[in-house]
């Protein structure tokens, strides 16, 4: 039987502009008494790598638009944060204080994704740019500061249609196959399975925050013991292209209507 | 640091209606040497659940309704399994062969929950009847068995809108509150938190699932580590009620266009 752990690996500060995560992450690591092994996963919080990116917006320097400016009055929102918003995204609905967008990365997520807490005074952080080349950045990173090869997932906290609660999910990833892929397996009976494909990595992802936690600030996870397959695919394999996504194409019929 | 471990629990022998799930999974935990703890959180494939309590059917003996013979012709489906999905649950949308249901129970998933992989000849499991019920009964047919305190969740493995592959989320739970609430909560900084309500139960059901894996026929999990809090809601407090979900009223505002 193979077990696996999740380890929470709290970082020593704030993380700001231009640290290395991949060391701030060893460094915590060997304080800890732990070592790193080979196929040792590690799950990392959007926001320390948006800060580590420069991916953190002053909001008094923000102009917004009329259009944000309209959004923002509707919804009861600052205009600013709004004008944020459409920056990242494309609006897919509005509805009552609620603004979904789909982001330039293709996520569908509240608000792009934009996110003001655990950012200090008048300050919000956007997505990271390219998560999976981040991912990739500090994978390697790793490799070279302790010959290890492990596999890197960056994550964010999602809400979802149909189901309250949100859940962790893999926003970057390098070094892991992102999808198991059932489909032509059989069953114990010979039968075709009715699972297709699993998303490992946003089980990945949410596996990691039961220890990661909001309140308590631990915004790293280090996961062992799970077998995957190491591949060249990242996160954004897990985005599904429009129009094969039934519900954003019903959204799409009834905002033509409008 | 407190780690969290998961620990995947085989079962003996195949699941058949009327076994006992709990004795069942005691006695291999007890084969593997592993001693229950309070605290434990014991995770359930749907599928020997459905077994267990009898919700498999023997599609030869289920006469197809017309709306499930056309339904069944327009999607290339067998129209059996089309007049099971249509006793189970409520069409959202059908389209290139995906049938997405609301069921009785209020999960929004593909083809009611109905599941042909895993079970005999022309059978065919459908969900629990109540899956949060079933979680009680064995939550204290533990408790009766060991004296142990421990939660229970049951799974199963549903597809979402937007991302590509199917994650494990809890259909049934006990022992456990379904949801972290971090409504009201300050970051660091003094700040609300954009985080509002964590969906646990389902991070718990994604994580479990990595041990589990449908072709290894894993139908148990065992959680040790995390920190909970016990309550008397079941995961039927994760089913959003339909007025509050945008994407069910989008396709509801298709569907009268039709």
């Given at each position: 039987?193979?077990?696996?752990?999740?380890?929470?690996?709290?970082?020593?500060?704030?993380?700001?502009?231009?640290?290395?995560?991949?060391?701030?992450?060893?460094?915590?690591?060997?304080?800890?008494?732990?070592?790193?092994?080979?196929?040792?996963?590690?799950?990392?919080?959007?926001?320390?790598?948006?800060?580590?990116?420069?991916?953190?917006?002053?909001?008094?320097?923000?102009?917004?638009?009329?259009?944000?400016?309209?959004?923002?009055?509707?919804?009861?929102?600052?205009?600013?944060?709004?004008?944020?918003?459409?920056?990242?995204?494309r609006v897919i609905v509005a509805y009552k204080g609620v603004i979904i967008t789909r982001t330039r990365h293709g996520f569908?997520?509240?608000?792009?994704?934009?996110?003001?807490?655990?950012?200090?005074?008048?300050?919000?952080?956007?997505?990271?740019?390219?998560?999976?080349?981040?991912?990739?950045?500090?994978?390697?990173?790793?490799?070279?500061?302790?010959?290890?090869?492990?596999?890197?997932?960056?994550?964010?906290?999602?809400?979802?249609?149909?189901?309250?609660?949100?859940?962790?999910?893999?926003?970057?990833?390098?070094?892991?196959?992102?999808?198991?892929?059932?489909?032509?397996?059989?069953?114990?009976?010979?039968?075709?399975?009715?699972?297709?494909?699993?998303?490992?990595?946003?089980?990945?992802?949410?596996?990691?925050?039961?220890?990661?936690?909001?309140?308590?600030?631990?915004?790293?996870?280090?996961?062992?013991?799970?077998?995957?397959?190491?591949?060249?695919?990242?996160?954004?394999?897990?985005?599904?292209?429009?129009?094969?996504?039934?519900?954003?194409?019903?959204?799409?019929?009834?905002?033509?209507?409008?």
């Open positions: 039987m193979d077990k696996i752990e999740i380890i929470p690996i709290p970082l020593d500060s704030y993380v700001k502009q231009g640290d290395d995560i991949a060391l701030l992450i060893l460094e915590s690591i060997k304080r800890f008494g732990i070592e790193l092994l080979d196929n040792d996963i590690l799950v990392i919080a959007q926001k320390i790598v948006s800060k580590a990116e420069g991916r953190v917006i002053d909001l008094r320097y923000v102009l917004p638009s009329e259009e944000a400016e309209r959004l923002a009055y509707e919804h009861n929102k600052d205009a600013r944060i709004v004008e944020l918003i459409l920056r990242e995204g569908v997520c509240a608000n792009s994704g934009i996110d003001s807490s655990n950012v200090k005074g008048e300050h919000v952080t956007l997505l990271p740019v390219d998560a999976d080349a981040t991912a990739k950045i500090i994978r390697e990173r790793i490799y070279a500061l302790t010959g290890k090869i492990v596999a890197v997932i960056i994550t964010d906290t999602f809400g979802r249609p149909f189901r309250e609660g949100q859940v962790n999910i893999a926003i970057g990833s390098a070094g892991i196959e992102p999808l198991i892929d059932y489909r032509g397996s059989r069953d114990m009976y010979g039968k075709e399975l009715k699972v297709t494909q699993i998303a490992l990595i946003d089980e990945v992802a949410s596996a990691a925050e039961l220890v990661m936690g909001k309140s308590r600030g631990i915004p790293v996870a280090l996961m062992r013991g799970l077998s995957y397959s190491t591949g060249n695919d990242g996160a954004s394999t897990l985005i599904r292209d429009v129009e094969k996504d039934i519900f954003l194409n019903l959204a799409r019929q009834v905002l033509q209507h409008h």
